[in-house]
């Protein structure tokens, strides 16, 4: 499976201010995606990273408030935008393996907003 | 959208154990996804599952592809402390503008005494 790495892995933010997140996999990918974990809840697919392209956002999630970027088959970022102590959670990416079903993990970036 | 139910929400078990939790679908998956999350990780992917019957070992854990393909069953036999964790099952969603998006389980919350 791809090794992938998240920055920063934690972070306090004070509201209103964004907080970019970068997701870094060792390999070329095809499929790359952002989900949302709130304290104690269980994961939800915020969207679709497209490289070249613009994201997929799932029902619930917009573009201004969680902007991605995807320049190339390796990397992606997501910005959480004018935050609130509602996003306090972990944002995880994640790729599909080489039988595109299933995924792999990042170790998440656990977000605080104060 | 397809929603995933898991059960049991929480188990305490003493150490030397077996486990065995469930997750189930109104409606019929590909692929069945078993997961492991340990506090501030990511989850890391235990078995995956492909096709309906199917029985897949990884260790003390066996997981099961539902006949029907509207379920499936994760066993850990001797349970060890450092089993200790949240174990999530997933499923892709359909083909088209979903492909390869993933539906979580609520979780199973396991707590092995020593």
């Known amino acids: 499976s791809a090794v992938i790495s998240q920055k920063p892995s934690r972070d306090i933010c004070q509201r209103g201010t964004s907080l970019t997140i970068q997701c870094q996999v060792d390999s070329q990918v095809t499929m790359m995606f952002w989900y949302r974990q709130q304290p104690g809840q269980s994961l939800t697919l915020i969207a679709t990273?497209?490289?070249?392209?613009?994201?997929?956002?799932e029902s619930g999630f917009v573009i201004d408030k969680f902007p991605i970027s995807r320049p190339n088959l390796t990397f992606s970022t997501l910005t959480v935008s004018n935050m609130s102590p509602e996003d306090s959670s972990i944002y995880l990416c994640s790729v599909t393996g080489t039988g595109g079903r299933e995924q792999y993990f990042g170790p998440g970036t656990r977000l605080t907003v104060t | 959208g397809q929603q995933l139910n898991q059960s049991p929400q929480s188990m305490f078990i003493q150490e030397g154990e077996d486990v065995s939790m469930n997750c189930t679908s109104s409606?019929?998956?590909?692929?069945w996804l078993w997961y492991k999350q340990d506090p501030g990780e990511g989850p890391v992917l235990l078995i995956a599952l492909y096709k309906a019957g199917e029985l897949t070992s990884n260790g003390r854990l066996t997981a099961q592809f539902g006949i029907t393909r509207k379920d499936s069953f994760l066993n850990i036999s001797a349970s060890i402390p450092s089993d200790v964790g949240i174990y999530f099952c997933a499923g892709p969603n359909a083909g088209g503008t979903s492909y390869g998006k993933l539906t979580f389980g609520q979780g199973t919350i396991l707590t092995v005494h020593p």
């Open positions: 990273a497209n490289q070249g392209s613009e994201a997929t956002y």
């Open positions: 409606s019929i998956f590909n692929t």
